[in-house]
């Protein structure tokens, strides 16, 4: 039977992930499939046929590693999903800059290499708004990310300064919509529409992820939605699996939060065919090798 590997961590502990709905369908197309550890230095990576990040969630503490691991599967005889090249960029938020310049509809962004109190204040006036999201230019799961209102700054500035002292990261206006409707994820299999969700924050946070209290809903996406997230597939090279993340502004359009090709959850739990179809996609993309 053919093997393929869902790169992952350590330990999931403390995660939700669904990865192992793929575990019968795959298998079903002849696959054996198992989790193995990015860390774990004793796998022969050509035992696989392939290799499919998926839960390495803790790569952002040590991405220089992560990415040498990366380039040793590349290298061996497994096929490696998603494109190495792709990954990497993608793996760096300043990729938000590049589709930016393509046309694709992002937040207003502000770069910086490491934090200045003073520089911090002045985006406010920068971004004409009272409220910022700073996050990290690596990272994952909102991690480190923190959400800013202009006459609180001085409250939180020695912690942000730590966090970012010598940390590349991102400044955005806070879009108010995504506390009152929610961030919309689109994915793609194969660049083939697979499902939508809608993830709204907790009470009293602002972050959609299920690790910090995020809700979950599974939802039809409306036309626009589906064209701005189709518009930053057109950008890229087609890839096995993409999530597109996407937040309604005020001006009712929508922009690009994030586009996940490296380790996104997928949500099979959400979609009741969709590990069905990955799977299917993912043999079909194999057989064609």
């Known amino acids: 039977m053919k093997k393929v590997a869902f790169l992952s961590m350590d330990s999931l502990n403390g995660f939700s992930c669904y990865d192992h709905m793929l575990f019968k369908p795959l298998n079903k197309l002849g696959w054996n499939a198992e989790e193995v550890s990015w860390k774990d230095k004793k796998i022969n990576w050509s035992e696989y046929d392939s290799v499919i990040v998926r839960s390495a969630w803790d790569y952002q503490d040590n991405p220089d590693e992560f990415v040498k691991v990366l380039e040793k599967i590349n290298k061996s005889k497994t096929v490696l999903f998603n494109d190495l090249e792709i990954m990497k960029w993608n793996m760096n938020k300043s990729y938000l800059f590049d589709l930016g310049n393509k046309g694709i509809p992002i937040p207003t962004s502000l770069y910086f290499e490491k934090y200045n109190s003073q520089a911090t204040a002045d985006s406010f006036y920068k971004l004409n708004c009272d409220e910022i999201v ?103 090279p087609k890839l096995l699996y993409a999530r597109v993340d996407l937040a309604r502004t005020e001006e009712d359009n929508f922009v690009l939060m994030e586009l996940e090709l490296i380790e996104p959850s997928l949500y099979f739990n959400m979609a009741p065919d969709s590990a069905a179809f990955f799977a299917q996609v993912f043999d079909e993309w194999m057989s064609s090798e």
């Open 134 to 236: 700073i996050k990290p230019l690596i990272s994952a799961s909102a991690f480190n990310t923190f959400r800013v209102r202009k006459n609180k700054l001085n409250e939180v500035d020695e912690i942000l300064t730590s966090t970012f002292f010598n940390r590349s990261f991102l400044i955005q206006p806070f879009l108010r919509n995504i506390v009152e409707e929610g961030e919309y994820s689109l994915f793609y299999f194969g660049g083939r529409y697979s499902h939508t969700i809608l993830k709204t924050p907790k009470e009293n946070d602002f972050r959609v992820q299920e690790e910090h209290g995020g809700i979950l809903k599974l939802v039809e996406p409306n036309r626009s939605m589906k064209k701005t997230a189709e518009q930053v597939l057109k950008s890229i």
